[in-house]
């Protein structure tokens, strides 16, 4: 299995670290290899002192033509972008942090929705990476993938932006403003209802999300790499009350979700926030126990 490897570290204590290098090509296909675990790690082994700048890079000029002159031009190009498409899925799992994703979405199920800063932080940063990322035309349905992955997770970030308040200087908690008040009951009606459209909005895009992610990762082993991820598999969501029940869940999409030419499958903020308030002014807990891993489904059925 391929890892990514950086020629140059992106932090200072690491191997071949360059304080002169443009930051903006660390992740760069330039500055990437793809490697075998053993060797990912001998070419970092004492911080590098093996293997320099100029040896690495002179390693994959050579494998590059090595293969060139094997396969002719246009195969050759064609390789070439598989392998660019290879080290960016790789990039894009660093970004998402996806071997953290259990753990991040344990925390934003709990009742009480919380993140810690370096999360939400490192989220941001893959929302602005996947808004300025351009993919080849050669894997459409991944492109596609990646492009509603983009605005689940654009509308996550708004909304974690929009109802999230600082808990301490490490953390972020979901706002709660109806324990804000004195004694007024209409005022308290008003104030818990929306904060129960805003914890339940934001389950169902924790849900969304998983799903996003889990269609990149199958369009990626369809189009690009059949063996991409076969070791680690699809991502998992982590549900309950983080204290005395908690669950794994495997959410995708379904497959009539994703048919047609040009599949949309998320739906967008306003249609489920307006069904999510239809139900809740009536009774502000209909959504306790629900199953919202289908809520999205119901969505779209009433659109």
Known sequence: MGEEAHIRS?????PRYDAEYDDSKLDSYENLLLLCPTHHTLIDKNSGAGFSVAKLEEMKASHERLVTESLGTGEESQREVSERMAALLLVWEQKMK??????VTARLNQPIPILDDASYSQMIAAGAWLLK???PNRFPRTEQAFRNLHHVTADL???????MESRNEDAWRLRREYKNIGWDPDAYKILFAEFQVERFYLYVLVIEATKAINWVITEAANE??????FD?????MRD????FKTWMLRLEYESDELAGENPAPHPGKNAIVEFLKEHISRDAHYFEGYNLAALVREVKAAL
Not at 98 to 103: A, S
Not at 240 to 243: E, L, M, R, S, T
């Open 10 to 14: 992106a932090r200072p204590d690491g």
């Open 224 to 229: 690009v790499d059949m063996f991409y991820r």
């Open 133 to 135: 990322m351009r993919w």
């Open 232 to 236: 680690q598999g699809l991502v998992l």
């Open 240 to 243: 309950g009350d983080g204290i």
């Open 157 to 163: 970030l708004n909304h974690l932006q929009n109802c």
């Open 98 to 103: 996806l071997d953290q994703w259990e753990l």
